[in-house]
């Protein structure tokens, strides 16, 4: 008998931040799925994020950890993860420290020999390491083909030059769809306000990474996009047809985790007990609860959350509203962002979680009638897959593009209001009577039914695509078959890189 053939190995290498790596661990678990043999490379500090849910798993990832140079780019010892930064400028430094990351990542790849790497968009470099070796990179994104066609025709066309004011709309050309934006939606580089020099330098240092990114991903053997062809058809197209790239949609990702312990161990630890949630939201009628997160980067103020208090509760609905901590939210007490006597009117009928929330579990119960959302692709593309009606609430990044998917294209959703792209929710953005209202427009009434209905119908269109045959079972399968049968024209300069890092290694 004949050796057995080797498995496909596949590295992943995920921008350490939890909206990265939460999607980068399912993908893992579907390459897992499909008898891939998979590796996740990331830092120490990082490790148990993957470690921790992998425990009792019947997924056989691996975990290669490379340092990170905290030290060595004047970041504070022990910061080694996006979520952990509270200024830009710490934020700018963190993002050139994982350019620092080559050389180890080099190693690892000597060490594992895989034969593809799944690289983060913002590790530009990855895409030099991969030739290096041989092996096809593919990127990944951490959004949808809509925001991606977007960012393009927003770069190529600069639409934004031709009005006025922050608030004037202009069209973004060259679409499938009229997309209707303003500058207050766009970062302050766009919009060309005055900033003080350091500002300047940070968006400066940002956006050299980011064009960085976009060309090694023009020289990338394709992408990898967490979502379903059905639910963006023509976006889809347009981004492999029009802007000419290779993709393979293979969403929901999140899809993958179909135990309530793996909903629950997703991300970091939660603020709350996967019993006590349940048993909560079990107590509820269907469709009756609100929930409420801004993710894991959105920084809201104080003045911002007493007003979401408000609304709640004069909304009447139940709620569970997800509060991270900082920005004046301790642990314990009567804190200064919540109305007198708030917590104890609300017993029994809101449930306050601060920190991390088991989102999957929560959004996937029959109790939850709406997601009030920051818009960030993960927390979108969940409530979709759990056909939630969605409230949206952009903040910055693209997710802006993501509540004009869901509120103008998908019709799913209702929108806020909100109108400046800011990481930092300052004073009083929406006001609580906004709030009230928008909550009971998508709970009652007609509208709410017509959301609701095409919500439903939205999500057996993703659990389809995740079944036998459907579009992102199809597409999976698709890619693993180019890459398992990747041509490599020679071995020869692999040979030479061995011999090159092994030489390096012994001189130290």
Same mark, same amino acid.
Not at 206 to 226: D, H, P, R, T, W
Not at 366 to 383: D, K, P, Q, R, Y
């Given at each position: 008998?004949?050796?057995?053939?080797?498995?496909?190995?596949?590295?992943?290498?995920?921008?350490?931040?939890?909206?990265?790596?939460?999607?980068?661990?399912?993908?893992?678990?579907?390459?897992?799925?499909?008898?891939?043999?998979?590796?996740?490379?990331?830092?120490?500090?990082?490790?148990?994020?993957?470690?921790?849910?992998?425990?009792?798993?019947?997924?056989?990832?691996?975990?290669?950890?490379?340092?990170?140079?905290?030290?060595?780019?004047?970041?504070?010892?022990? *910061?080694?993860?996006?979520?952990?930064?509270?200024?830009?400028?710490?934020?700018?430094?963190?993002?050139?420290?994982?350019?620092?990351?080559?050389?180890?990542?080099?190693?690892?790849?000597?060490?594992?020999?895989?034969?593809?790497?799944?690289?983060?968009?913002?590790?530009?470099?990855?895409?030099?390491?991969?030739?290096?070796?041989?092996?096809?990179?593919?990127?990944?994104?951490?959004?949808?083909?809509?925001?991606?066609?977007?960012?393009?025709?927003?770069?190529?066309?600069?639409?934004?030059?031709?009005?006025?004011?922050?608030?004037? $709309?202009?069209?973004?050309?060259?679409?499938?769809?009229?997309?209707?934006?303003?500058?207050?939606?766009?970062?302050?580089?766009?919009?060309?306000?005055?900033?003080?020099?350091?500002?300047?330098?940070?968006?400066?240092?940002?956006?050299?990474?980011?064009?960085?990114?976009?060309?090694?991903?023009?020289?990338?053997?394709?992408?990898?996009?967490?979502?379903?062809?059905?639910?963006?058809?023509?976006?889809?197209?347009?981004?492999?047809?029009?802007?000419?790239?290779?993709?393979?949609?293979?969403?929901?990702?999140?899809?993958?985790?179909?135990?309530?312990?793996?909903?629950?161990?997703?991300?970091?630890?939660?603020?709350?007990?996967?019993?006590?949630?349940?048993?909560?939201?079990?107590?509820?009628?269907?469709?009756?609860?609100?929930?409420?997160?801004?993710?894991?980067?959105?920084?809201?103020?104080?003045?911002?959350?007493?007003?979401?208090?408000?609304?709640?509760?004069?909304?009447?609905?139940?709620?569970?509203?997800?509060?991270?901590?900082?920005?004046?939210?301790?642990?314990?007490?009567?804190? $200064?962002?919540?109305?007198?006597?708030? $917590?104890?009117?609300?017993?029994?009928?809101?449930?306050?979680?601060?920190?991390?929330?088991?989102?999957?579990?929560?959004?996937?119960?029959?109790?939850?009638?709406?997601?009030?959302?920051?818009?960030?692709?993960?927390?979108?593309?969940?409530?979709?897959?759990?056909?939630?009606?969605?409230?949206?609430?952009?903040?910055?990044?693209?997710?802006?593009?993501?509540? *004009?998917?869901?509120?103008?294209?998908?019709?799913?959703?209702?929108?806020?209001?909100?109108?400046?792209?800011?990481?930092?929710?300052?004073?009083?953005?929406?006001?609580?009577?906004?709030?009230?209202?928008?909550?009971?427009?998508?709970?009652?009434?007609?509208?709410?039914?017509?959301?609701?209905?095409?919500?439903?119908?939205?999500?057996?269109?993703?659990?389809?695509?995740?079944?036998?045959?459907?579009?992102?079972?199809?597409?999976?399968?698709?890619?693993?078959?180019?890459?398992?049968?990747?041509?490599?024209?020679?071995?020869?300069?692999?040979?030479?890189? $061995?011999?090159?890092?092994?030489?390096?290694?012994?001189?130290?």
């Amino acid at each position: 008998m004949g050796a057995e053939p080797q498995r496909l190995h596949i590295a992943l290498f995920p921008l350490m931040a939890a909206g990265h790596m939460i999607p980068i661990l399912d993908i893992a678990k579907l390459f897992s799925s499909y008898n891939l043999k998979t590796t996740i490379i990331t830092t120490p500090l990082n490790a148990s994020f993957f470690t921790k849910p992998l425990q009792n798993s019947k997924h056989n990832i691996g975990i290669e950890i490379i340092p990170f140079p905290s030290k060595e780019m004047g970041l504070p010892e022990g *910061i080694e993860n996006f979520d952990q930064f509270t200024s830009d400028e710490m934020s700018i430094k963190f993002l050139n420290a994982t350019q620092q990351l080559q050389h180890s990542l080099e190693q690892v790849l000597l060490k594992c020999k895989p034969n593809c790497l799944v690289s983060d968009m913002l590790f530009p470099f990855s895409v030099d390491v991969a030739a290096k070796f041989n092996i096809p990179r593919v990127v990944f994104h951490g959004t949808n083909y809509f925001s991606q066609c977007l960012t393009h025709a927003m770069i190529k066309y600069e639409p934004y030059k031709s009005v006025l004011s922050n608030e004037e $709309e202009f069209v973004i050309p060259n679409l499938p769809h009229q997309i209707l934006h303003t500058k207050s939606r766009l970062p302050s580089i766009m919009r060309g306000e005055k900033r003080d020099h350091d500002e300047d330098d940070q968006s400066g240092e940002f956006m050299k990474v980011f064009v960085q990114a976009l060309e090694a991903e023009e020289k990338s053997y394709g992408i990898i996009v967490n979502s379903f062809y059905e639910l963006e058809p023509d976006y889809a197209e347009h981004y492999r047809k029009v802007m000419g790239r290779k993709a393979w949609s293979i969403g929901p990702v999140s899809m993958c985790n179909r135990e309530i312990e793996d909903k629950f161990q997703r991300g970091k630890d939660s603020g709350i007990g996967s019993h006590l949630c349940l048993e909560w939201l079990g107590s509820r009628k269907p469709n009756s609860v609100v929930y409420v997160c801004f993710g894991s980067l959105a920084e809201v103020s104080s003045l911002q959350l007493y007003q979401i208090a408000l609304g709640l509760e004069a909304s009447g609905y139940d709620f569970i509203w997800v509060v991270r901590r900082g920005s004046g939210v301790d642990e314990e007490g009567e804190e $200064e962002w919540l109305p007198l006597g708030f $917590e104890k009117r609300m017993e029994g009928k809101g449930l306050i979680i601060k920190g991390w929330a088991p989102q999957m579990l929560i959004l996937d119960h029959e109790a939850v009638g709406a997601f009030v959302t920051h818009c960030g692709w993960n927390s979108t593309l969940e409530g979709i897959s759990c056909g939630v009606p969605l409230v949206t609430w952009p903040v910055f990044a693209e997710q802006f593009y993501n509540e *004009i998917l869901v509120t103008q294209v998908l019709k799913i959703g209702i929108s806020t209001g909100a109108k400046e792209w800011n990481r930092k929710v300052e004073g009083v953005i929406v006001k609580w009577e906004d709030i009230k209202e928008v909550i009971r427009r998508i709970m009652m009434g007609d509208e709410a039914l017509e959301i609701r209905s095409r919500a439903n119908k939205v999500k057996e269109l993703a659990r389809k695509a995740i079944e036998v045959g459907g579009s992102s079972y199809v597409n999976m399968c698709s890619l693993i078959q180019e890459l398992s049968t990747y041509d490599v024209t020679t071995k020869t300069r692999a040979l030479v890189l $061995e011999e090159e890092l092994q030489s390096n290694v012994a001189l130290g």
